[in-house]
């Protein structure tokens, strides 16, 4: 499975948008790239994926380059309950269900 | 539907106990894991079962134990705990093991070992 990249931390003005990045430049063509997110304490939660085309759901928005190299998260108008560690993973069809995370980006947002 | 379930919440052992944590899910996914997770760290794959009958190892399955005879149960055994098996413990259950897709996570077991 491809490596990801993500930065450690990022702090986000409530209300405003959250652009998480995450680069995944060994990426293969039959590589999604999911989006999960884990509240303190809390299980994950599942957030949104895609393979090439640009996806949006009830909670974020996926945005991946055309080269599929990297992606962005966009969380449309952040809030105090969006806080949380944010993990980027790229898995394979045939067994996406072993999730293997990263250190992932921890996003607080302030008001 | 509850979803993921686990019990216990919380428990602390003491080095050689065993016991078993707890995972259901009413969902009628075939697919459900094991995780754990180390503090500042993100999970790492214990156990997985694609079916019942069916489990197999992931990345960290040593000191552990899994079964699957129901579609909705997979507990998991800890045969001898030791302090390295200090970690919160989740269970993850989806429709599918191929495909695409969510899993859906119980809230955790937090286990401390003496």
């Known amino acids: 499975d491809a490596k990801t990249t993500q930065p450690p931390s990022m702090d986000c003005a409530e209300g405003r948008a959250a652009n998480l990045p995450c680069n995944h430049s060994t990426i293969s063509g039959n590589e999604y790239v999911y989006w999960y997110r884990q509240i303190h304490s809390q299980g994950p939660q599942y957030i949104i994926h895609?393979?090439?085309n640009n996806e949006t759901n009830e909670m974020a928005s996926l945005i991946i380059t055309e080269d599929r190299k990297s992606s962005t998260l966009i969380l449309p108008h952040a809030t105090l309950r969006d806080t949380a560690v944010y993990y980027c993973i790229v898995k394979t069809t045939d067994s996406w269900g072993k999730l293997q995370f990263g250190a992932g980006t921890q996003v607080v947002v302030t008001p | 539907n509850a979803g993921v379930t686990q019990t216990p919440k919380f428990q602390v052992l003491k080095t050689g106990q065993s016991m078993t944590l707890q995972c259901a899910q009413d969902m009628n996914h075939e697919y459900m894991s094991w995780y754990r997770q180390d503090p500042g760290m993100g999970l790492r794959l214990i156990h997985y079962?694609?079916?019942?009958?069916?489990?197999d190892q992931g990345e960290v399955p040593n000191g552990y134990n899994v079964s699957r005879s129901t579609t909705e149960d997979f507990p998991l055994r800890l045969l001898s705990a030791a302090p390295s098996q200090t970690s919160v413990y989740f269970c993850?259950?989806?429709?599918?093991?191929?495909?695409?897709?969510?899993?859906?996570f119980g809230p955790g077991t937090r286990l401390t070992v003496l």
């Open positions: 993850a259950s989806s429709y599918s093991f191929s495909g695409s897709g969510e899993q859906f």
């Open positions: 895609g393979l090439k």
């Open positions: 079962s694609v079916g019942a009958g069916i489990t």
